[in-house]
């Protein structure tokens, strides 16, 4: 029982260390490094509408990189700036792995401003359709007129209050 305190209290001091002294950091960064302690593999998942590229793009590492460097809650930020993703979760599995998930947003309606854009349950843009996505989405509702997107939460309201409402709306 001992001994795992002293073990818990060793990687305290080590992990506090490498975190706040830089001459320390750079010294464990560059030796883990050539330990197998770089990024290797990317995993993303969940992904529907993005592609790996967007994704990579927004990211603050690359491979090659020391594992250690990955600020998760800055990439974690980054990546939640794009348009079609609610949420987003990375994690680090040792020794050189990065595991994203994202979880996108659900388009719900068709608005047309001038152009026809693709919308989540609370009115913001997902993207800007151009003529060979709209049979894609045909089937949704459609919103016309300038600010519609806005009123999509009260709309939805509406709806979840009044079903038979729905089937007059077209």
């Known amino acids: 029982r001992s001994n795992y305190i002293v073990f818990f209290i060793f990687l305290f001091l080590v992990i506090f260390i490498i975190r706040y002294n830089d001459y320390v950091r750079v010294f ?29 793009d927004r990211m603050y590492f690359s491979y090659g990189d020391a594992i250690f460097d990955v600020d998760l809650e800055k990439n974690r930020k980054s990546l939640e700036e794009e348009f079609w993703v609610e949420s987003a979760k990375l994690k680090i599995i040792f020794p050189n792995i990065i595991d994203v998930q994202i979880e996108e947003w659900i388009p719900k309606f068709v608005w047309f401003n001038k152009n026809y854009f693709l919308i989540n349950d609370r009115g913001e843009i997902l993207k800007k359709l151009v003529d060979s996505d709209l049979d894609s989405y045909s089937s949704f509702i459609t919103l016309v007129g300038e600010d519609a997107n806005f009123f999509v939460p009260n709309l939805l309201e509406f709806i979840e209050y009044d079903m038979d409402i729905y089937s007059y709306i077209s």
């Open 28 to 56: 464990v960064k560059e030796n883990l490094q050539n330990k197998g302690f770089k990024i290797e593999e990317i995993h993303i998942s969940d992904l529907k509408n993005l592609d790996v590229k967007n994704i990579v």
